[in-house]
């Protein structure tokens, strides 16, 4: 990668920042689906789901998962996009490679979840979650959904290469979508049926939610944030790797 390669990184985020300016449609969609989705569980089913405490304390960490989910669905469609419409090309032309490319996206895809994401905890303190988190747990949840958004980001940029289509990069990222409700974001995880327990105990997310739940409500976190930190650097690592490879192949 070149001394240059932030720069045009930087750039390509702004233009991705703004072709989401001009989709309104969808970017409304991106931010207000997981607030409803939040408002549903807590006003719906909230009363019928005994979590030991406030269901909208119990369920504002996987809401703001689940909302990254959705963001993260719009930067593989992105990628696809781009790697059809031949805009590629013309930015090979400038000497731009695939990494600083692929990146663009995924800033412009962290900085769209962070503000979905405080939309969603805004949301979340207005109908009383009260969090207990003093600042440098606060600072560390943010660090820890940082990393997961950031890993997230990535993935959906390595499945909107695979895709050959952007319809078919929407539904490659249906799994990121999925996986917040086999997990603990929703209910306790002992409540699922026995077959279910080692996938969702196990599967990336559930010490990510639990780490933020943790964090945010001044609880004692054990060795969850490490295990969420190492999910998170592992699939960012994997990746970009990947990314790197199928970006080569796609564009020979």
Excluded at 12 to 38: F, K, N
Excluded at 172 to 191: G, N
Excluded at 209 to 217: D, G, P, Q, V
């Amino acid at each position: 990668m070149t001394a240059a390669a932030p720069v045009s990184a930087l750039a390509l985020a702004g233009r991705s920042l703004r072709i989401s300016s001009r989709q309104p449609d969808a970017l409304i969609t991106a931010l207000m689906l997981p607030v409803m989705l939040m408002l549903i569980f807590v006003y719906f089913f909230g009363g019928a789901i005994d979590t030991g405490t406030e269901y909208v304390t119990y369920v504002v960490p996987g809401a703001m998962l689940l909302c990254a989910g959705f963001g993260a669905a719009g930067t593989a469609v992105s990628v696809a996009d781009d790697m059809r419409n031949g805009v590629i090309d013309r930015f090979r032309t400038l000497d731009i490679g695939g990494i600083p490319i692929l990146a663009g996206h995924v800033t412009a895809s962290v900085l769209r979840n962070l503000l979905s994401t405080t939309l969603v905890l805004t949301v979340a303190l207005a109908i009383g979650f009260r969090p207990q988190a003093g600042p440098a747990a606060f600072l560390a949840a943010a660090g820890l959904l940082f990393a997961y958004i950031t890993a997230i980001s990535w993935l959906a940029a390595t499945l909107g290469l695979l895709a050959k289509t952007p319809e078919a990069a929407g539904g490659f990222t249906f799994l990121m979508m999925f996986l917040p409700y086999p997990s603990s974001a929703f209910v306790p995880i002992d409540t699922m049926p026995g077959w279910l327990h080692g996938f969702a105990e196990h599967q990336p997310l559930t010490p990510v939610i639990e780490s933020l739940r943790a964090l945010l409500l001044a609880q004692p976190a054990g060795s969850a944030p490490w295990t969420a930190l190492t999910w998170c650097a592992g699939i960012t690592a994997l990746a970009v790797a990947l990314a790197a490879v199928l970006f080569r192949s796609r564009t020979r």
